[in-house]
Every structure is written in C-alpha cells, then in structure tokens.
C-alpha cells in the first residue's frame, strides 16, 4: 500500500445539525492483476495523526452507481467522530474529478469488485491490532458485495447492511416488482419478456452489450446471486435494513434473508424495517430523511456489540433528537 499525503480538506454537515471538518487522505493499494485500486480514508480535519489505535475499521461498500466514492463521505463522518478510521473504495474507472465509463464497463462484475475490496481490506487492516473491529456497511448493491467480503474475510467483525435486500436474487426481485407494482424502471416488461431479456444476457457472448444502463457482463455476475447465498455461514453480528416502500429493491427480499437465516438457528442478525421509507431513506408521506433514525439504529447495535460505549451512545442519541424531534 502507498499513501499519497492529503487530497483535499471537507466541511461536512452531520444529519445532527452539527459540523465535523475532514480531510480524506489517498490510498493506492494494487490489485492482482496489477489494477492501481484508489482507497480514500476519512480524517478528523482537528487532528494531526492517524489514530494508532482506532476504535475500528469501516468499509463502507457503494451501491451500484457509477461515481466517486467521495459522494458517500457523509456516511461515515459520525464514525470519524468516534475514533474510527474510515475507508471509501473507488470502483475502477471512478475518479475524484472524472468518471471514465468505458473503463467502468470494462471491468463491471461482481467478481472484480468484490476482489478488489478484499484486496484493500487486507492491506488496510494488516497495518492494525488483530482485536480493533472492522465493520463493513454495504448500501444498495454495495450490501450484495458486503455479504460476501464477510463470509470470506475473518477480519470482518460487524456488518450492516442497509436497503440491499438479500433474500432473493436480482432476477427474483424483478419478477416480484412485474407480479406486483412495476418501478419505472420496468414499466413495460411483462414476465415473459422479462425472462427473455435474462436469456438473451446469459447466452450473450458480447457482454459489452447493455440493458437499463449496465454491460451484461455486470448482469451476468449479479442476477443469479444474494446474501443469503454467502451469510449462513457467517456468525458475525449482522444489521439488517430496509425501507417498507422502497421501489429499487423489495422489502421482501430483506424479510426474505431475516426469516430464512433464523429459520436455520442463526441468532446473530438483527431486522430494522422503516415504514413509508423508500431506497433513498426518504419517508414518502413526509419526504424527510430517515437517515436520523438509521444512525441511531446503527450507535445503538454498535453499542450493544461493544464497539461504541455507552456514555458516547447517550449523548450521540440525544444529540439527533433534539435536532431531530419531529422524526
């Protein structure tokens, strides 16, 4: 791993209406097949040294968006806040200042991506204690790739995955939206036509062909898996979230994952689902953002896993609720 010094200095707004200055710090860790992996880690702008001994480790893990992982800086501003060091992946082909589709495509599957997280994760958490907790947030898509860094990763210790579903493949969501309420997305598409256009991405030997913005390369290595494919083997403290009227992805396929792993005796997840709330987090009766709710949710099971303590948890909460009231 190579650091590159310090890229750039943020002023972030945190949802408890309060204001944490951060500098993110670049870097460059090398894939197997040589691929210069950009990997920004988030700082309190305050201080001057990297923490040598952090509360813990987070990955947050993008969604399915091809832009920088900048964009998600203010998702892991609070955990700065508690004395984590925070880390951001870029996907290949997504920059700071530009984003270089052609080269996004190139290498857009699942395989890729999940590599090269491994990749940063080892080297990121080599530099460390062997007991400071990693925790892995996957949003979106990103809870896919999330699932299966901790089945494959020992270092991981806490996962939260939020508004991924889980429960059911993407070609099982898709056909439950067409049974159902069809998302723009899909208007259109019957069930047939629907399996038609799956057939026609599987037997595809061109895979630079695209459908809904995507290569079917992409299509191929995401639409036959899911998390529960990869967490039964995962005994890992794990938080499950997802909004009751979200249109990207069904909640069943969250309910799905929660009722399955605990069929099979797991104990080990944790099921929050938000009323009203879409994948954006926004409540639709309101439009106001749930992701108060959420970061309370999160300091709450962290708290009760041991990661944050139970002074910084009471404060934190009362904090968001007194900005916060009318959520």
């Known amino acids: 791993m190579r650091c590159l010094g310090l890229l750039l200095s943020l002023l972030v707004l945190l949802t408890s209406c309060s204001s944490v200055k951060l500098k993110a710090i670049k870097h460059t860790v090398r894939a197997a097949d040589g691929y210069p992996i950009t990997a920004y880690e988030l700082l ?37 806040i508690f004395g984590a060091r925070a880390f951001l992946v870029e996907k290949r082909g997504c920059y700071a200042d530009t984003i270089n589709l052609e080269e996004a495509w190139r290498f857009a599957d699942k395989a890729t991506w999940v590599s090269d997280y491994h990749q940063v994760l ?75 256009m799956f057939a026609t991405i599987e ?56 009722s399955a792993l605990r069929a099979q005796g797991k104990t080990n997840i944790t099921y929050k689902e938000y009323q009203g709330v879409d994948h954006s987090l926004v409540h639709q009766p309101t439009g106001k953002s749930h992701y108060p709710l959420l970061e309370v949710d999160m300091v709450n099971w962290l708290n009760r896993h041991g990661v944050v303590k139970d002074l910084e948890s009471t404060i934190f909460i009362k904090q968001i609720k007194k900005n916060h009231w009318d959520l």
């Open 122 to 196: 080892d080297s990121i958490t080599s530099t460390v204690a062997a007991d400071i907790p990693v925790i892995l947030v996957g949003g979106s898509e990103g809870g896919e790739v999330a699932a299966v860094l901790a089945a494959r990763s020992p270092r991981v210790t806490h996962l939260i995955i939020i508004g991924s579903g889980g429960g059911m493949s993407q070609k099982q969501e898709f056909r439950y939206f067409i049974d159902n309420n069809p998302p723009a997305f899909l208007q259109g598409y019957t069930r047939g036509s629907l399996d038609s």
């Open 44 to 80: 309190n702008g305050r201080k001057k040294d990297i923490p040598s001994r952090p509360r813990a480790l987070i990955f947050y893990v993008q969604g399915s968006v091809y832009e920088t992982a900048l964009t998600k800086v203010d998702k892991l501003a609070s955990a700065v």
């Open 203 to 258: 037997a595809s030997e061109d895979s630079t062909l695209h459908w809904q913005g995507y290569p079917y390369k992409r299509w191929k290595t995401y639409m036959n898996d899911s998390a529960l494919a990869h967490l039964p083997e995962v005994n890992i403290p794990i938080l499950l979230v997802h909004g009751s009227t979200d249109a990207s992805v069904p909640v069943l396929s969250a309910r799905r994952l929660d």
